[in-house]
């Protein structure tokens, strides 16, 4: 575990040439550049938005589904099942399936929505600037749900019932139960579930780079796909500059999660 | 005293020769060889076949790696930087390498027979600094694909020779509608700086002039200017050129029957054999200045200098260069000869006529010049930036031709 953290930490103090000899150590140069590179504020608004919508979007949508899965119903078994498959799918595969679900001429969400009647011309959906992120985004919802909602599903099954018998004869509504019993039981997985996901949202590679390799220039970058652009794929092809920025990403992933956990302790300390 | 010394000069003379055979013997016993994939049918099997009787003849074993396009670079460097490069490697790019001193010159390990062998042009895009370093393993040319269905639709008696001749023809063809699109343009991040190649010679322009970067030349903002234009202005394209690729982009419109005319080479028209579905001519590139110029591209094969493995290395190479072996995997591949004799034994076949026709009018990208590693990097992620609505051809080959300008400073 520590042993790769320092290659990186020691990479990014040092400068590489293009073909990744090692030339010599040059201090903290690496992190000055990364700085200074024009891309980085797109990169890192970017980055925000799509680990923020994400895990809001993946976690709103996998309680209703959780909840929806832990209702008895016939079938349910194969339901439960079914929200596996795009877990248990690679995600480099789910996401050149949408490559082409998403395609201007042969994708399937064009020729349904123009059947449906509800666009009445194609859009290019990876193409366009305007709708790019917003299609990556759905991608990433889409393979996040599975874990999530098997984790607030676990959850809920930890919940006793007895707290919603007490509930219902003390005569609450289901919405003033949900509000009041559900969700403050649901706390800690609810905890696991968003944390977990804001560390794989933020590390998630092949979806924003297969749905953005079509693109030039670096508008629609995360800070994990424009790490690699800066080793390998940009003008820049510079292993030490990519380095610094993953120590960043790392301490900025870790950064995070300790602020969030802040913010919801400081919340349960005023409730 | 001085005759202890002299014992001990000896003693330490003794162990270290024997130390170094020990070492020559440790490292000649295997080689690493990475080879690029160019297609899941041909290149494991024929490397695997040649490096066993390679281990026949020799008693060296080889580890083999065949890697995909798309990770070959990082995987490369990732070598590099653990200090552990491999003995051979084959990748569309040397000139870096032998500017950080990493690779043995022709004369140190390619026998003089296999050498002279090469045809000039590529022997001279293997140079660096007057010296052979990437040597030729196979290569390509471009040539201009149509669609002759839709052609003979729009009332077009053949491809168009000049650029006049094709904005009409483009014109024409994608107004038989129906989704029917004129040229495909693939100025995505993927190839875009062979496409843009071919565009900016066929307009008598070029990357550089004598030793100097010269992307942002008069003519070549020309060019990029009416490359947006075919977009824009008279939207003969498909939609956001600068933002389709060649594989799953242009190429795949035009196996599906949509796209009048494309830039293709020999593997396209072998999956349009393969589906049968488009009936289709290839023909020169149309040219702005009466000569059409395309692209050729060689990739190499490099011996990086590691101690003791320059016999093993030297017999491996020359078994690959031996006139059966290199033309069959060649063939195989459906690429194009870089040997004088591949050349003889493959210019009889009909399917590759097009392309050894057009191959007298190859250029080469500037790969011999170590700042080509990053300019087509810069190329390929920004130049798809001046094709879309708004953008400015001319200030995104000026930012082109001033990071070029820097990296040949070496910044």
Known sequence: MLYPAVLLVRASLSQYSITGLYQGAVGARNYGRLAAQEALPTVVGNTVVWVVVVVAVTVVISLGLAQFLNLEFPGRRLVRWALIVPWAASLVMTAKLFVWIYDYYFGILNHALRTLGLLDRPVDWLGDDATVMGAMIAVGVFVSLPFTTYVLLAGLATIPGEVYEAARVDGASAWRTYRSVTLPLLRPALLVATVLNMIYVFNSFPIVWALNDRNPGFGHDTTITYMYKIAFKSALRDVGLSAALGVVNVVAILLAVFVYLRAVRWREQEA | ?411
Request: glycine share 10%.
């Open chain 2, 1 to 411: 005293m001085s005759g202890r010394r002299r014992l001990v000069a000896l003693a330490v003379t003794v162990s270290m020769a024997l130390a170094l055979t020990a070492c020559d013997r440790g490292a000649g016993a295997s080689i690493k060889v990475v080879i690029a994939d160019y297609s899941k049918e041909h290149t494991r099997p024929f490397w695997q076949a040649l490096a066993e009787t390679y281990t026949k003849q020799t008693g060296v074993k080889v580890d083999l790696q065949v890697i995909d396009w798309n990770t070959i670079d990082q995987q490369v460097s990732t070598m590099l930087q653990n200090n552990q490069p491999p003995d051979v490697l084959n990748l569309n790019a040397f000139a870096s390498y032998a500017k950080d001193g990493l690779l043995h010159p022709a004369e140190d390990i390619l026998s003089p027979k296999t050498k002279d062998d090469f045809l000039d042009a590529f022997t001279r895009g293997g140079e660096f600094r007057g010296k052979l370093y990437g040597f030729p393993i196979l290569s390509s040319a471009r040539a201009f694909f149509y669609n002759r269905a839709l052609l003979a639709k729009a009332g077009l008696a053949g491809p168009p020779g000049t650029w006049d001749e094709f904005l009409q023809a483009a014109r024409k063809i994608q107004a038989l509608g129906g989704g029917t699109i004129g040229y495909a343009l693939p100025l995505g991040p993927e190839e875009a700086q062979a496409e843009w190649s071919i565009w900016m010679w066929n307009n008598g322009g070029d990357w550089k002039s004598g030793e100097a970067w010269a992307i942002n030349s008069d003519r070549n903002v020309q060019t990029l200017s009416f490359l947006a234009d075919l977009a824009n202005k008279h939207k003969v394209t498909q939609v956001n050129p600068g933002k389709t690729n060649r594989t799953d982009g242009a190429f795949q419109l035009f196996k599906d029957g949509k796209v009048g005319m494309v830039m293709g080479f020999s593997p396209l028209a072998a999956q349009l054999d393969a589906e049968g579905k488009v009936d289709y001519g290839i023909g020169l590139m149309p040219s702005n200045t009466g000569a059409s110029v395309t692209l050729g591209v060689e990739d190499y094969l490099m011996a990086f200098k590691k101690k003791g493995n320059q016999e093993s290395v030297k017999k491996f190479l020359d078994l690959y260069y031996q006139p059966e072996n290199i033309t069959r995997w060649i063939t195989a591949e459906g690429f194009l000869p870089v040997t004088k004799s591949g050349l003889r034994q493959m210019s009889g076949n009909p399917k590759l006529r097009p392309y050894l026709d057009a191959l007298p009018n190859a250029r080469l990208a500037p790969t011999t010049d170590p700042a080509w590693d990053k300019v087509k990097l810069d190329v390929q992620q920004n130049i798809g930036l001046a094709v879309q609505p708004g953008g400015n051809p001319k200030q995104v080959l000026d930012q082109l031709q001033k990071n070029a300008t820097a990296a040949a400073s070496g910044r």
